[in-house]
């Protein structure tokens, strides 16, 4: 069973940077697709960035793109979601997701890491 634990989120102002970490475990990590979600108090969780399993493929969502940046050390376990730039927009709970190779819907999620950026 795989497993996902974020960390990194904290109280920014406006203009900062934080990079988020998600540690995976429990399968094979160079054959799961990445993503980082984000959910706004109210709001729907929406999809912020992603890549595929060979690392590649690397999506961002408009809002977003430009400012952050999400990569991997694939011998850590770990993918990262740099942040730069922050605007008060950006609060949310950020939430690291995975999929098997080219399986259609997000299988695995975290428990989500709270970004607070203020003005």
């Known amino acids: 069973q795989v497993q996902l634990v974020e960390s990194g989120g904290e109280s920014v102002q406006a203009g900062g940077s934080l990079r988020l970490s998600c540690t995976f475990s429990g399968r094979s990590f160079a054959s799961y697709s990445m993503g980082w979600f984000r959910q706004a108090p109210g709001k729907e969780r929406d999809f912020v960035a992603s890549?595929?399993?060979?690392?590649?493929?690397?999506r961002y969502s408009d809002s977003v793109k430009g400012r952050f940046t999400m990569s991997r050390v694939i011998a850590a376990n770990k993918v990262f979601l740099q942040m730069n730039s922050l605007e008060p927009e950006d609060t949310a709970t950020y939430y690291c997701?995975?999929?098997?190779?080219?399986?259609?819907?997000?299988?695995?999620w975290g428990q989500g890491t709270q970004v607070t950026v203020s003005s």
């Open positions: 997701a995975a999929r098997f190779m080219r399986s259609d819907s997000w299988q695995y």
């Open positions: 890549f595929n399993w060979t690392g590649r493929s690397t």
